[in-house]
């Protein structure tokens, strides 16, 4: 499958939360990092880019995270947030467990061995 058939994206930070994500998910999605903050152009990219398809945004629960999320409800209204506990404030750093929880609770397909 291209990822030009792929229907869903997922939004993160980095390439740490990146490989969580990849590695908790069981489904086709297409998962694209700000490598934090994005520029104006670069996000207009992105929203040409996500037209048409389910997106998600999984970022820190830190300053830089929010102000990333900010800027995404204002840009991209339509997107879908997903949060992270605070206690553990990066994707990369949580549980694979509660990452798959959260995607779950999105209908995204994970690996059952994180549902444990």
């Known amino acids: 499958m291209s990822l ?3 229907e869903r ?3 993160v930070e980095g390439r740490s939360d990146k490989k969580k ?6 489904e086709p999605v297409e998962i694209i990092c700000t490598n934090g903050t994005i520029s104006i152009s670069k996000l207009d990219e992105l929203i040409e ?3 048409n398809k389910d997106v998600y945004i999984l970022v820190d629960a830190d300053a830089a995270g929010e102000k990333l999320r900010k800027q995404f ?3 991209f209204p339509e997107a879908e947030h ?3 506990d605070k206690m553990y404030r990066e994707v990369a750093t949580a549980p694979e467990q509660h990452i798959a ?5 999105a209908n995204i397909d ?5 549902l444990l």
């Open 4 to 6: 030009g058939e792929i």
């Open 82 to 84: 997903l949060y992270i």
């Open 101 to 105: 929880t959260v995607l779950l609770r």
């Open 21 to 26: 994500v990849e590695a908790v998910i069981n």
């Open 49 to 51: 880019h996500v037209y």
């Open 73 to 75: 409800k204002r840009e």
């Open 110 to 114: 994970v690996h059952t061995e994180y």
């Open 9 to 11: 994206v997922i939004i």
